[in-house]
């Protein structure tokens, strides 16, 4: 139906319905209208827009680790402290524990999912990692994520004990969905934040990342990363890029190498052997990472 078909509400007329016609009167000679006028009468309003600013400097940091093995030393070294039990802005079920400072212009929030409330282990994995990486998104609003950690490497791709890599990929290798579209869905392929001159400058090594939930490595879990065409492999990264994705959030991933998976010794025997030396060149890349973070922007990286 045609709005003008409609009845109109008093106190709304038409001007033409409460001004008799015979009663407007036109002029007939057109006043003259003065040149500038024109030109300020076409010339477009002034914005009110204040002008656009350049891209922002980074200013908070947001590093999930794994492993209190892991954690401290860079906690140590970036000088943080452990939030208190009624500052933790974490829910006080969830077993998680969070370590803030200042360091060098940059406010960071170290966090890692704590202990395990019955057995008393490193919370690991991929439902942990994801769990903290989103509550301390929605908490902290950091403007880039670090997930740091060790990480199995492959002799294949090259990799070696202590060796610290940037992961340009990541994806899982255990979830496997065998049904159209679904499958890619398992897998989970993404791209990590491009850091061109993190690389450069540090002298980093590049690989993708394959994440699963299992320390082993099963022959489907192989294929599955050979597949990803994978250099390394943790059980945190993918969950992590994960949920950063789904915010926005800007990631990066460091991950320092404790073990040989294609190698002679078994996983465990070879992790557990290598952890705390390993955790040394991972707290010191990190540190780098984090100096050359400070007073630059996510394009800069």
Request: overall charge neutral; hydrophobic content about 45%.
């Amino acid at each position: 139906m045609n709005d003008w078909n409609k009845k109109k509400p008093s106190g709304s007329r038409l001007l033409h319905d409460s001004i008799p016609f015979h009663s407007v009167r036109f002029s007939t000679s057109p006043t003259p209208i003065h040149p500038l006028a024109r030109v300020h009468a076409m010339a477009p309003p002034p914005s009110d827009q204040p002008p656009a600013a350049g891209p922002a400097e980074i200013s908070k940091v947001l590093i999930v680790i794994a492993m209190q093995t892991e954690a401290m030393p860079l906690v140590t070294k970036l000088k943080l402290v452990e939030a208190a039990a009624g500052e933790s802005m974490f829910p006080k079920c969830a077993p998680w524990i969070r370590y803030h400072g200042n360091y060098k212009g940059l406010h960071i929030d170290l966090v890692w999912p704590g202990k395990d409330p019955a057995l008393g282990v490193d919370s690991v994995g991929t439902v942990s990692a994801a769990l903290v990486t989103y509550a301390s998104i929605q908490t902290f609003k950091p403007d880039l994520i670090i997930n740091a950690g060790t990480a199995g490497g492959f002799k294949a791709k090259g990799a070696s004990i202590g060796d610290v890599f940037l992961a340009s990929d990541v994806a899982f290798h255990d979830r496997r969905i065998p049904i159209p579209v679904f499958d890619m869905y398992g897998v989970g392929a993404r791209k990590t934040l491009a850091t061109p001159n993190i690389l450069k400058e540090l002298n980093l090594k590049v690989g993708k990342l394959s994440t699963g939930d299992s320390l082993d490595m099963s022959p489907q879990d192989e294929a599955a990363i050979l597949r990803n065409d994978a250099t390394i492999k943790d059980m945190e990264g993918a969950a992590v890029a994960y949920v950063a994705d789904m915010f926005s959030t800007p990631a990066i991933f460091v991950k320092a190498v404790t073990d040989i998976v294609d190698g002679e010794k078994p996983t465990a025997e070879e992790f557990l052997q290598n952890l705390v030396a390993v955790t040394a060149a991972l707290d010191q890349a990190v540190t780098k990472v984090v100096d050359f973070i400070s007073g630059k922007c996510i394009s800069d990286l």
